[in-house]
Structure formats: structure tokens, C-alpha cells
């Protein structure tokens, strides 16, 4: 019976790991049209832009959907990227953080051109200007990354969502950050650059060596871990191409950034969760004979032991 139970848990944790990447891109991420644009809620951890904030407002003047007022934060962006095809409602992950755009400076954007033949590997920002966009920030949000730790002149990294027929050359990021991470140390190796950031032990099982992690949406391999509980750390390194179109090298030893772990990594354990608990709900009924039988060897032991008292052997 065990080696059965092992078995199908083989073919089941094969299942997901072929299977499961496919299911989360399309389940995910809802696609929606606007225009003649298929547009998704997902992104690759490809920083496109560093943008620059204009303004984070803290208000209690928002209007709600009843006419009423409420607090609220409002976070103003400068782009010459971020904001080229965008729309009311359009998706824009901020270091890591997917947000809806709620409004956007429409004067001086460019029509998009048709895509050349083949296209360009990174889009080229030569000409464009920079212009602004704002996003709103919720309390989970401001709980959850350090967006609420930004003030005028930060750099933020930027990303808008991947459309329908875009390559996706990083990892499935859904911009849901998990928590933040507190960068520990910084040195250089040759060309690249070493980044150890410590994370919430809760979160250390998710990453692994090799596998993929967001820093700041920035889509990076991990290099080392270590999970004990006194340690919780992970580093990763940057090429130089990497160090000069991303705000990580910037950051000094105490800053955070924001972390998303791989989802997959997540759906394979609640997947692994759920069989485990079928299989313990399985047994429980062999468990409950096992104790019944246990219980009724004892009495009788005990009986016989009495009549062994009173008889003699």
C-alpha cells in the first residue's frame, strides 16, 4: 500500500511540474481586450523603465464608488515607457508591485507602430518623453512592499504587462508581492555584483538555489541560500547590463526591497497539501480499527490476569 501511495505521488508531483506553469499563465492571468490590444495582468520581471516619482500623496480626500470620501495614497510616476499604449485601468507593476493606472498624461504619447520585423529585443526609449501616471495604493499594499517608503526623486522600477503575443524572457511574475527583504551585503565579483537580502523564515522555503525569485521586479536566478532559521538569506548576482537598467545596485546594505516569490513553488506545496490530507483521511478509519483492536488485546490481557489471581496458573 505505501509503495502505491508513493507512486501516486510521483505521477501527481510530475503532473504539476509539467502541467502547472501552463495552467498558471492562462488561469492567472485573465486576458481582456482593449482596442486591438490582447492585454494581460502578468509580467515577466523584464524591467523595461526606471521611473522617477513625482509625488506620493497621502489623502482623505479619495472619492469612493457611494460619493463619499475616504483616505487614501496616490502615487504620481514619470515614464518615457510606462506610459507608451497605456489606458485607464491598465496594469503597470512599481518595483514588483502590479497597479492599475488611474490616470496618465495622454497629451504627447506616441501612437504604437506597427511591430518591425522581427522586433527589438528591449524597446528603445531614444525620443520619447517622460511623461506621468498614477496609481493608487492600498493599505495592503503599503503593508506588504515598500512603495510607502518613496518619496519625490526615487527611481522605481517599471513594468508594464505582457501583451498576448509577448516573450516572456524572465519567469511568470504575477506583481503580488509576498513581503520585503532587507538587503544585507553587497560585493563585487569581476564585472558582476553580489546581493544578499535576508527575508521572513516563512518565506525561505519558496526559494531555492537555481530557481527563479522577483527582487524589486526584477526577475533574477537565485545563487545560495541558507534556511536556517537564524540565517534566512538568499543572494543573487547582477551583470553589468543588468546593474545599469535596475535600481537594486543603488539600494545600500539595510535598504528593502520588495520580494514575490516563484508561484509555482507555492502551487506544487497546496497541491502536495491537498494529497497528503486525503491520504491521512484515508487512513483514519484503518487508524480507528488499529485502536479499537489495541483496546480489546488490553482487556483481555487484564482479564486474564485476574483469573490467573484468582486461580492460580
Not at 558582476?192 to 525569485?213: A, H, M
Amino acid at each position: 500500500m505505501k509503495n502505491k501511495n508513493n507512486q501516486e505521488m510521483t505521477r501527481l508531483l510530475t503532473f504539476l511540474l509539467l502541467v502547472t506553469p501552463h495552467a498558471a499563465f492562462y488561469a492567472a492571468n485573465r486576458v481582456r481586450r482593449q482596442g486591438d490590444l490582447l492585454v494581460r495582468g502578468m509580467f515577466s520581471g523584464i524591467v523595461e523603465d526606471m521611473g522617477t516619482v513625482e509625488e506620493i500623496n497621502f489623502t482623505t480626500q479619495l472619492k469612493l464608488w457611494d460619493g463619499s470620501v475616504g483616505e487614501g495614497c496616490i502615487l504620481s510616476i514619470k515614464s518615457p515607457v510606462a506610459v507608451q499604449d497605456a489606458y485607464i485601468g491598465c496594469s503597470i507593476a512599481v518595483n514588483g508591485v502590479c497597479l492599475t493606472a488611474t490616470s496618465y498624461d495622454a497629451t504627447k504619447v506616441r501612437p504604437s507602430p506597427p511591430p518591425p520585423p522581427p522586433p527589438p529585443l528591449l524597446p528603445s526609449v531614444d525620443g520619447l518623453p517622460w511623461l506621468q501616471f498614477t496609481v493608487g495604493l492600498a493599505p495592503e499594499t503599503l503593508r506588504r512592499s515598500n512603495l510607502g517608503t518613496l518619496k519625490p526623486g526615487s527611481r522605481v522600477n517599471l513594468e508594464r504587462a505582457l501583451k498576448a503575443d509577448g516573450r516572456n524572457s524572465g519567469h511568470f511574475v504575477q506583481g503580488h508581492v509576498d513581503c520585503t527583504g532587507d538587503i544585507v551585503e553587497k560585493w563585487r565579483e569581476g564585472e558582476s555584483l553580489w546581493v544578499k537580502v535576508k527575508v521572513p523564515q516563512e518565506f525561505i522555503p519558496y526559494i531555492v538555489p537555481k530557481g527563479f525569485v522577483c527582487v524589486d521586479g526584477t526577475s533574477l536566478t537565485i545563487c545560495e541560500v541558507d534556511a536556517r532559521p537564524e540565517a534566512s538569506w538568499f543572494t543573487f548576482m547582477l551583470v553589468a547590463h543588468t546593474q545599469q537598467n535596475v535600481i537594486i545596485p543603488a539600494k545600500a546594505p539595510g535598504e528593502r526591497v520588495n520580494i514575490e516569490v516563484d508561484v509555482l513553488a507555492k502551487m506544487v506545496e497546496r497541491s502536495l497539501q491537498g494529497v497528503n490530507n486525503a491520504q491521512q483521511a484515508a487512513s483514519a478509519p484503518n487508524n480507528a480499527v488499529v485502536e479499537a483492536l489495541a483496546a480489546r488485546v488490553k482487556a483481555l490481557e487484564e482479564k486474564v490476569e485476574q483469573l490467573l489471581a484468582k486461580h492460580g496458573p
